[in-house]
C-alpha cells in the first residue's frame, strides 16, 4: 500500500455530499481508506491496527470536514491514541519518519472568510506542528471550500481533483 486515507467523518451516509464523494473519488485507485467512524462507532480504536496500516503507507491523507476550526472528534482521538511515544516520537520512534502527512478537509465556510490572525495557514498550526513532530513531511492541503452551495458539477470538478491530487502524493 502506498497512500492511506484516514477519513473521518461522523455521518459519511446520511449527512455528507462532499466527504462521500471524495471518498468515491478513490473507490478505483488501490488507496487504502480508514474510515474511523465506521469502524469505530463506540471510539474505541484498534491502535495496533492502525499503527500497522500508518507504517504500509508512504503517504498519509487525513480527510475530514472542518468543525470549529478543527477535526472531528474522534480523529483527535485517533491521533491521541496512534501516534504515541516510541511509536512516533521519542528516542525510538520513528516510524513515520520522512513520509508525506496530508490533509484533505471540507469547509462551510468560503475562502474569503479566513483572514488575518484566523488565516486557514494559522488554524492548521495544530496538524502542521503534529507533522513536524513526528518527523513527516507537511504537504499542501486538498481543500473544499463553500461545501453547502457547492453545485453537482462543482462537486464532481473537485472529486476529479482529489482523485488527481491523491494519486500525486504516491
Not at 465556510?109 to 496538524?127: H, I, M, N, W, Y
Request: aromatic letters at 14%; charged letters at 20%.
Amino acid at each position: 500500500m502506498s497512500i492511506l486515507v484516514v477519513l473521518a467523518h461522523p455521518n459519511l451516509s446520511t449527512q455528507s455530499r462532499v466527504n462521500k464523494a471524495l471518498k468515491e473519488a478513490l473507490s478505483s485507485t488501490s488507496v487504502e481508506i480508514s474510515d474511523l467512524y465506521a469502524q469505530y462507532p463506540n471510539f474505541k480504536i484498534d491502535i495496533a491496527g492502525e499503527q500497522d496500516k500508518l507504517i504500509k503507507a508512504k503517504s498519509l491523507v487525513f480527510q475530514f470536514p472542518m468543525f470549529w476550526y478543527s477535526c472531528p472528534a474522534l480523529l483527535k482521538q485517533y491521533f491521541d491514541d496512534v501516534l504515541t511515544y516510541g511509536f512516533v516520537y521519542g528516542s525510538k520512534g520513528k516510524a513515520l519518519a520522512d513520509k508525506t502527512f496530508a490533509l484533505a478537509i471540507s469547509l462551510g465556510a468560503r475562502e474569503g472568510d479566513f483572514q488575518g490572525k484566523f488565516s486557514l495557514e494559522s488554524v492548521l498550526t495544530p496538524f502542521r506542528a503534529i507533522s513536524h513532530f513526528i518527523g513527516t513531511k507537511y504537504a499542501a492541503p486538498f481543500l473544499t471550500y463553500d461545501t453547502g452551495n457547492l453545485s453537482d458539477t462543482a462537486l464532481q470538478a473537485q472529486a476529479r481533483g482529489y482523485q488527481e491530487w491523491v494519486k500525486g502524493l504516491a
